[in-house]
Structures are given as structure tokens and as C-alpha cells.
């Protein structure tokens, strides 16, 4: 029997493409010819970069001429140059070292970079790395990210279809030049998260860019700085639309769900 297409991709939107569903969606491809499409757009819809599978990628997929179809499948990438829970060493210099792949990639809706500096890239820079998916990316999340002030205006600036943006872990360096203006308002949704008080400075120089966010979200925890919560909430007073407040107590009891508080 031969499912119709729909059918079949309906099918594959149920496993996972994290880890735990990678090899069913392998054994997925490798059933019959006209399942292979389909199963390969699943797994290479979520990709996971890190130091441990650089290599692979750019040499099984990316240089590969018979491979590099798969690239139209990426939807959402994370970029780590640290492989997650091994370690490493952080990028150095990110269009070099990432520019080949991502100018390769045309469909990004999901971009997550994490334990990146991007303070001295510039603007051929930016247009060697993100030039690709400038138009299609919708959700940004940048967690432990190195930047200045300029920078990080300049980074969310140059993509006009962000819709939600999420930062976490930030690291503030010392701007070297004046700060560009937007040239259109923060919109969407914001989410905080592991804020630390070195950012109310940062908040305080958000909130004078006059953002339009319709809603913020703020995962807070018992040793949270209260000065950084009022700078927080201080930004999002005359602009937000709605307010939501988590906590997260899975560190000491992991069976206890977050908590969620809507204002």
C-alpha cells in the first residue's frame, strides 16, 4: 500500500527531530525510494551545529554536490560552537568560521546562536553570514552571547520579520562607536531569560529605542537581582501589551513543573 504524500508527511511531523527521533527518521529514509524525500525534510528540518559535527556537515552536506539539496529542507538551526554539554572552545571569528554554511542557507525560519561574539563583525560581516535567510527569519535567540550595545541593535535591525526574539545569558561589552538607529520598532514577543544585573544598562538603553513588543516574557528565579526585575519591567511598563512571569524549580525538585503567572 502507498500512502499519499500528505499522509506520509503528517506521519513524519510526529517524530522528533531531536536525538531520540534522528534514527527513526533515518530508517524512515532508507524504507523505499519515495519515502526518502520525505523523511530527509523532517530530519534536516532542525539542525544542530556544534565543534563535534562541523566537520561532517560542511564536507557531507555542504560541499557535497549531490547532498547540498538538503540545505532547502533547514527551517530552524542552532549554532553552538561549544558541543552541548562536552565543551570547547568558543568561535573566534564567525563569518569566517560559519559564513560558508550559513550563505548556504535560504529557508531559516528558527535561528539560535549561542556562545558567539559578534561586537566586531561589521557589515560585511552581517551580510556574509546572515544575507541568506534575512527575509525569512521570524524567531532569533541568542544565549550566552557576547556584544555591545551597537551590535546587538544592528543584529535584530537587519532582520524585518522577527516576530519573537529570545535572549539569554548576556554578556555586555563596551560600545567603540555611536549606536545605530532602527529603522523600524521592536515588535512581537520578547522572552528573558538567566539575566544577570550586569544587563540594566542594557534594558535601560532598550526601553529608550521605544520598542512596541506586544508581549514579554520573563522566566524569573529566588536569587534574581530585584533592581535588574524593576529595569526589566521598567522597559516593558509603556510598550508591552502583556506580561508573563515563570519560575523555574526544576534545579531542586525536577519533577515540579514551571510555574506560570499571566499579567
Partial sequence: MTLPPEVLDKVLENIPTESEGRPTL??????????????????????????????????????????????????????????????????????????????????????????????HIGEEGFRTCFSAFRETLTDLTLTAFITSFSAFVTLVDYFPNITTLRLSMLTMDPDEGPVPSLSRPLRGKICLCYIHPGCVEFFNRLAGLDPEYEELVIETCPSMDTKLLESILQFGASAVKYLRLTTQLQREYPNTPRLHYAL
Fill in 26 to 119: 533515518i530508517a524512515c529514509a532508507l524504507v523505499a525510494t519515495w519515502w526518502a524525500g520525505p523523511s530527509q525534510r523532517r530530519l534536516f528540518s532542525s539542525v544542530l551545529i556544534h565543534s563535534q559535527n562541523y566537520e561532517q556537515w560542511i564536507n557531507g552536506v555542504v560541499r557535497s554536490g549531490s547532498n547540498t539539496h538538503l540545505l532547502g529542507y533547514v527551517r530552524s538551526l542552532r549554532h553552538y560552537p561549544r558541543t552541548p554539554d562536552i565543551g570547547g572552545y568558543p568561535m573566534r571569528n564567525f563569518p569566517k568560521d560559519s559564513g560558508e554554511y550559513l550563505s548556504a542557507l535560504h529557508n531559516i525560519r528558527s535561528l539560535e546562536l549561542a556562545d558567539i561574539g559578534i561586537e
